[in-house]
């Protein structure tokens, strides 16, 4: 029970769902309130669909499409500072530029908020550490995502507490942090490309 608590916390930890809130807050400000918390419950099922799939076939998929791992984390990177910057300096369309209601499918809310690389990656780290408790490992990871899952729904409360102005702003300040972990992400990228070439 331990290792499935310790394995939950990590993943909670990764997923880091109060630090995506103001994102989930300002990708959905467009949509109705009502049509808001169905479209958080789909792509959230997405990402727990996508992030079983990693963690039981993982590394055999990334063999199977010829892609490393930290090529997933320089992707990653590039997607997140992308988003980042439409945060910094808004469109009409908002965050992901899209026409007034237009609902996100997977990008960004699934991937890579939830199912990011860094998630991936540590699925795949259990898995291949400790193939036999591959139970654990899934009851841990349902246990972060519903636990995520509560924070995310919260987003409409958390909207009519702040209001646009204090989203906007929020959203801006977010945008900045985006930016350094997307920064991060694509150098811990990089520098694993590099020493895994190094090695040979």
């Known amino acids: 029970m331990f290792e499935v608590l310790s394995a939950a916390t990590l993943l909670f930890l990764i997923m880091d769902p109060l ?16 049509r808001r918390t169905w479209v958080i419950f789909r792509e959230l099922c997405i990402a727990l669909f996508i992030l079983f799939v990693f ?33 910094i300096f808004p469109k009409p ?7 007034e209601g237009e609902e996100p499918l997977i990008v960004p809310l699934a991937v890579p908020l939830v ?50 102005k204090g989203l906007r702003a929020i959203e801006r300040l977010m945008g900045m942090i985006l930016v350094m972990i ?3 992400m694509l150098l811990n990228g990089i520098s ?8 040979y």
Not at 23 to 32: A, D, N, P, Q
Not at 63 to 72: A, G, P, R, S, Y
């Open 192 to 199: 694993a490309y590099i020493r895994h070439f190094a090695a």
């Open 19 to 34: 630090g995506n809130l103001p994102i989930y807050m300002s990708v959905l400000k467009s949509i109705e309130p009502k």
């Open 115 to 164: 199912a990011g690389p860094s998630t991936m990656a540590a699925l795949i780290l259990l898995a291949n550490q400790q193939p036999d408790k591959m139970l654990h490992w899934s009851l841990a990871l349902l246990l972060a995502w519903a636990l995520t899952s509560v924070i995310l729904l919260l987003s409409g409360p958390f909207h009519r507490l702040l209001t646009d």
């Open 55 to 87: 963690l039981f076939s993982g590394r055999a998929l990334l063999t199977f499409l010829q892609v490393k791992q930290e090529t997933v984390s320089i992707a990653g990177g590039i997607i997140l500072f992308i988003i980042a910057i439409r945060m």
């Open 93 to 99: 369309g908002g965050v992901m530029d899209l026409p």
């Open 182 to 184: 997307a920064i991060q």
